[in-house]
């Protein structure tokens, strides 16, 4: 219990730093970003939106700095993340609330499904270690060196252009309108596949390299020599003994590097002009839409962290040194 | 990984070698090597200028342009190169940054231990768990003009945490060895312990670190290009990318556009993480393949030993 | 003793592939008789974990054995040449008839299972047919056997100290009755007191269960008291098999008269501790010699350029010293009184 109390913790901790970063970042800035945009968007915005605006970037000189953080909390606890340039007057909230769904599915099915086949594949390598298939470590960390985003470039060259087998941009067919039916489920599962499959190969060869070289390591414990004397099945040896344990790291450098793989799917979803929160991202940061950039950064790290907390569960599962009883 | 044993007391140098000695590394820093030479050389082997418009409108390779042209006669093969010394230079300087960084706060976290510790490691984690590119895009995209040094600077600040988390566990192994104790005890100045003691013993995990970083670097900042969020007219692959990306490359069918610049960043990676192969396999002996060369007829089999018989019996 | 039921022969095992490998074993013969103990010596890195490993063929990679022949005999006068069995026969063959102690008890056990499936998971796989719960009472069973209490059988490995896991991995070995148990520094890593509760745990046992044992420790003290045969290792070879009361009363070889010099006995008269000076030497490239010449006081010009071999009928030894000789009672190990 101790060992998740104190994850609870240090997630509180990390969110608040999140969260004051992003109150920060903007009022870093050198120079007066708000009246070359009031000059960007001439007549475009409202009083309110420039007054948001000098709010935001902390040049309201009346208010103290720790009024305005205060009020800047008051604001995100109300769910108020400001207005959208982009999709003015809509406010940032909203934009997100349309895309954040669409990238959770993709990015959440597309990593678990990597995070499993790499990791089994990793076992099986470091189990095998020594014969031909050590050959797929250097082909494995040239996959892993490909961004996502030129993978994805070139699964639209080739399998949506050259070969049409799968739409190349939007997450479903234009001629449906968004809704629990199944022909726009599978319009959406159709137009999802390719960023899918793009994000699972260059994410798995990471998962792979990692679990390979933990397996190998483990396959040294005195544990599994032990497991080998006992004269175990072999499957039971590498499943039960070596892989179970070697997991243990795989899945505390899962929770670790989210942030990282998140980052990479994020571009995906720009290459395949993907509905999701990175191709918001994209947007804010073409237009300079400020509001809605601090909102999806916010967001994306508060995801990242509830997906953290969910890997450290799977974590505390799975060891029972973390667990404390009798 | 944290898990690793660290050989210690051998020194950087014969420690270079041994990692030398393995065909990985090798092979890795064969590529390096190249690819530092063309940084070098730049212009000297470019055969245009990268920015020079020509009547060759979107070709593709021929014998006056290896690897084609641009929608507005540019060559490709000039861009590559020129782009080569800006990816190398970004990501050397924020490898380096960070690595400073991560040596700072993870040394020093391992080896004051106690609140200051708890403190510093809590620090890491927080940097290790924020989403660290759309943290960077979003930095780089509020600071008036994002050049390679800016974003050298942004990516090194935000990189390090890995590195410090890893140079802590490692410091706190070394810290309960006897050859520290016995500096302790002998009274030998804190700095000395730290620089003549521990920090040669982690000379490995550290240049392992710095290789790491420099690829999270070179990712990062060709995807800024790519995305059109850094300077678009300093050449690097990833603005390449950009110039494809934004004139429709991929539907006109110009796979010499955007597929060389993917192929040379992919290649800088797999040189980057062989190298960072060799380290691990010194670092952790136990991935060593027996010399990384098994004889014909023995396959090296964990719970099985073979058994080579003599052709008598 | 009576006819034998492990009989090794010639074993030799390297680490490594190629010509710098370390020859970890040369050439090693040992028999162990039907309900002996035999205690095998020897200074830490002598090779004396490699064979236990090499019998069974558990060595990790890089060890290679490169010859040499490893029989057992079962009760039933069946013969087991257990270096050419197939795998699964071999696997079968594994704890059934021939358990280890494994050194170092503290990593013997799988962190993530639960001791009472860790005892019953290798009843489950050599005896198929048998229900779970008869294996789950034989685990209860053994776990009184050793002296921990049945309730601790959820616990998991790192809930048990590491006395309770050496127990543990005792009550293992003795789970499917196996006719050898191997000991690889049973005790090494714990203290005084527990170490002794152990070992005459152990001696009972062996009593009542009848098996055999190969007990590997480097304190030679602890052997004379409960071996019935010692065979003394040096770089990577036997250099003296005798049994116990001999090896104690006239050790032949120099080293076995070093190795009883190094520890104080557990009982009786008490001697002056002299200790062995200088290292082992490097196995990759030993002297064509005696490989003890270096350190021997005794050395003398034969033995640098020629290797004694293991002789001598019931008392061997691999010395070139006479056996009886002036030298034996001139440094000797006479009693301090
Ligand atoms: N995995 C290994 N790789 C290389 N050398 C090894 C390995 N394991 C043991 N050795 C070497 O083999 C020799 C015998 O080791 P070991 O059998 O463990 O000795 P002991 O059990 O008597 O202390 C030692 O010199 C050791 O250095
Ligand atoms: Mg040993």
Redesign the interface.
């Known amino acids: 219990m101790t060992f998740l109390l104190r994850r609870l913790a240090f997630y509180l901790v990390t969110a608040w730093a999140a969260i004051t970063l992003n109150f920060f970042i903007p009022r870093m800035l050198p120079g007066n970003p708000v009246q070359s945009l009031i000059t960007r968007y001439q007549g475009q915005l409202s009083t309110d939106a420039t007054k948001a605006l000098y709010a935001l970037f902390g040049l309201d000189e009346d208010t103290s700095l720790w009024q305005q953080y205060l009020d800047y909390w008051g604001r995100l606890f109300s769910g108020d993340l400001g207005l959208s340039f982009t999709y003015f007057p809509t406010p940032v909230a909203e934009v997100i609330e349309q895309s954040l769904p669409w990238t959770l599915i993709l990015v959440g099915l597309s990593t678990m499904v990597s995070f499993t086949l790499g990791t089994l594949a990793g076992a099986y390598l470091g189990w095998r270690r020594g014969r031909w298939t050590d050959a797929l470590l250097p082909i494995g960390s040239f996959f892993s060196a490909i961004p996502y985003f030129w993978l994805g470039l070139i699964a639209i060259a080739v399998l949506a252009v050259a070969w049409p087998l799968f739409p190349s941009s939007g997450g479903w067919d234009g001629a449906f309108v968004p809704s629990w039916d199944a022909d726009f489920i599978w319009s959406a599962v159709y137009h999802g596949a390719l960023p899918a499959i793009t994000i699972v190969i260059s994410s798995i060869a990471g998962w792979m390299l990692g679990m390979r070289n933990m397996t190998v390591t483990v396959a040294a414990e005195d544990y599994v020599t032990v497991a080998h004397a006992k004269g175990l099945k072999e499957r039971t040896v590498m499943f039960a003994y070596a892989a179970r344990n070697a997991v243990l790291p795989n899945v505390s450098g899962f929770a670790l590097s989210l942030g990282f793989i998140v980052g990479g799917t994020l571009v995906t979803e720009i290459v395949f002009s993907y509905p999701g929160i990175g191709y918001i991202l994209y947007q804010g940061v073409s237009a300079k839409d400020y509001p809605l950039m601090q909102g999806v950064f916010l967001i994306i790290t508060l995801s990242v962290l509830a997906a953290n907390m969910l890997a450290d569960l799977a974590y505390a599962l799975l060891d029972p040194r973390t667990r404390q009883e009798g | ?4 044993t660290p050989t210690a007391l051998v020194t950087p140098r014969r420690g270079f070698r041994l990692v030398l000695r393995n065909r ?1 590394a090798a ?1 890795g820093l064969i590529i390096l090597g190249v690819f530092a030479l063309v940084a070098a050389l730049g212009e000297l082997i470019a055969p245009y200028d990268p920015d020079a418009l020509s009547p060759a409108l979107l070709e593709g390779p021929s014998g006056a342009h290896w690897l084609g042209t641009t929608n507005t006669g540019q060559d490709i093969l000039s861009q590559l190169i020129a782009g080569t010394r800006g990816v190398l230079l970004v990501g050397l300087l924020a490898g380096a940054i960070a690595t400073v960084l991560s040596i700072v706060v993870g040394v020093t976290a391992g080896f004051v231990g106690g609140a200051g510790d708890e403190a510093l490691s ?1 620090l890491a ?2 940097f ?8 960077i ?3 780089a ?4 003009s994002a050049g390679g040094t800016t974003v050298a600077l942004v990516i090194g600040l935000t990189g390090w945490a ?1 590195g410090s988390r890893i140079l802590r566990a490692q410091t706190l192994s070394l810290r309960r060895r006897d050859f520290v104790q016995a500096a302790r005890a002998n009274g030998e100045s804190l700095w000395r312990i730290v620089f003549f003691e521990i920090l040669p013993n982690l000379t490995a995990i550290i240049a392992s670190g710095f290789i790491g970083t420099v ?2 670097a070179v ?2 900042q ?2 800024l290009a ?4 850094t300077s678009v007219s300093d050449w690097n692959w990833g603005t390449i ?1 950009f110039w494809a ?1 934004s004139n429709q490359a ?2 006109q ?1 110009a ?1 010499w556009w ?2 060389p ?2 192929l040379c ?6 040189a ?3 190298v960072n ?1 060799g380290i ?1 396999e010194f670092v ?1 002996p ?2 060593r ?3 990384n ?3 014909k007829g ?13 052709e008598t019996s | 003793m009576n006819q034998p039921v492990l009989e090794i022969s010639g074993l030799s095992v390297d680490y490594g592939y190629h010509d710098d490998a370390v020859h970890a074993l040369r050439d090693v013969s040992l028999s162990l008789g039907r309900g002996e103990v035999l205690g095998l010596a020897g200074e830490s890195g002598c090779g004396k974990s490699t064979l236990a490993y090499a019998a069974t063929r558990l060595l990790p990679p890089p060890g290679l054995i490169t010859g040499g022949e490893v029989l057992f005999h079962s009760r039933t006068g069946e013969t087991l040449d257990l270096l050419r069995l197939p795998d699964d026969e071999l696997r079968a063959a594994r704890w059934d008839e021939i358990a280890i102690v494994f050194q170092g008890a503290m990593n013997s056990l799988n962190p993530v299972r639960r001791v009472g499936r860790q005892l019953t998971d290798v009843m489950a796989a050599h005896r198929p047919g048998v229900p779970m719960s008869v294996h789950k009472g034989r685990a209860r069973e053994l776990l009184g056997l050793v002296g921990i209490p049945a309730d601790r059988m959820p616990a998991y490995p790192h809930q048990l100290s590491g006395g309770q896991r050496q127990r543990v991995m005792i009550a293992m070995a003795l789970a499917l009755d196996p006719q050898v148990v191997i000991m690889d520094e049973p005790t090494t890593a714990l203290d005084v007191v527990t170490q002794r509760q152990i070992v005459e745990r152990l001696i009972a046992l062996r009593a009542e269960l009848g098996f055999s044992v190969v007990f590997i420790t480097h304190d030679v003290s602890l052997l004379i008291e409960m071996a019935d045969r010692i065979a003394v290792m040096y770089a990577g070879r036997i250099v003296e098999d005798a049994p116990a009361a001999e090896i104690y009363a006239e050790p032949r070889h120099p080293y076995t008269r070093g190795l009883l010099g190094s520890f104080p006995p557990l009982r009786g008269p008490r001697r002056a501790l002299s200790g062995i000076p200088g290292a082992p030497p490097d196995l990759a490239s030993l002297p064509p010699g005696c490989a003890f010449a270096p350190r021997c006081p005794h050395a003398f010009a034969r033995c640098e350029g020629e290797r004694p071999e293991l002789s001598g009928g019931r008392r061997l030894s691999a010395c070139f010293l006479p056996a009886d000789g002036p030298v034996a009672a001139v440094q000797g190990v006479a009693p301090v009184e």
């Open positions: 990984m944290a898990t690793t990985k092979a809590l984690n927080v290790l768990v924020i989403p660290a590119l759309p943290l895009i979003i930095v995209s509020l600071l008036p890995w690829i999270f990712l990062s060709i995807t790519f995305i059109g969020v990318l990306q991929l539907a069918g796979w955007f597929v610049a993917g960043i992919a290649l800088l990676g797999t980057l993480t062989l192969f691990d952790n136990r991935l393949t027996g010399g060369r098994p004889v023995i396959r090296p089999r964990v719970g099985f030993t073979p058994v080579r018989r003599k």
